[in-house]
């Protein structure tokens, strides 16, 4: 597997906000029988669509369909597991950048880190 070098863990946010907002927007053209956004995701998407960054409300979408065993505002590794093990034969970084989100080293990633981690400020942040 390739190494991941520090210009690629530098722009792995950018790519993930960009993966998300596209996921999203794939999900709104569906039904929900198809897999697709149910109705206030999709309220969430439009609204997505209008903001200075589009991608802020995706990656919120994101953390909170994987936020589920407990719906705690944090994701453990399990959690973390799904999308790490479909951006791992992808993305040499992904290892890495999940630990440079834990901050606090507490084994967890919460909305906090994860909105700071994926280039927010905290007041855009939302929980």
Same mark, same amino acid.
């Given at each position: 597997?390739? *190494?991941?070098?520090?210009?690629?863990?530098?722009?792995? @946010? *950018? /790519?993930?906000?960009?993966?998300?907002?596209?996921?999203?927007?794939?999900? !709104?053209?569906?039904?929900?029988? *198809?897999?697709?956004?149910? %109705?206030?995701?999709?309220?969430?998407?439009?609204?997505?669509?209008? %903001?200075?960054?589009?991608?802020?409300? @995706?990656?919120?979408?994101?953390?909170?369909?994987?936020?589920?065993?407990?719906?705690?505002?944090?994701?453990? %590794? !399990?959690?973390?597991?799904?999308? /790490?093990?479909?951006?791992?034969?992808?993305?040499?970084?992904?290892?890495?950048? &999940?630990? !440079?989100?834990?901050?606090?080293?507490?084994?967890?990633?919460? &909305?906090?880190?994860?909105?700071?981690?994926?280039?927010?400020?905290?007041?855009? &942040?939302?929980?």
């Amino acid at each position: 597997m390739e *190494q991941c070098n520090p210009a690629d863990l530098a722009t792995f @946010p *950018q /790519r993930m906000r960009t993966w998300f907002l596209e996921v999203m927007k794939e999900l !709104s053209g569906l039904t929900e029988e *198809q897999g697709g956004l149910d %109705e206030e995701e999709r309220e969430f998407e439009k609204l997505a669509e209008a %903001e200075t960054k589009p991608w802020r409300r @995706p990656l919120h979408w994101k953390f909170f369909n994987m936020d589920i065993a407990p719906n705690d505002f944090h994701l453990s %590794e !399990s959690e973390l597991m799904p999308m /790490r093990a479909q951006l791992l034969p992808m993305e040499p970084c992904t290892d890495a950048f &999940i630990a !440079s989100c834990d901050t606090n080293d507490d084994d967890l990633i919460s &909305i906090v880190e994860w909105g700071t981690c994926m280039g927010l400020n905290e007041e855009e &942040i939302l929980y």
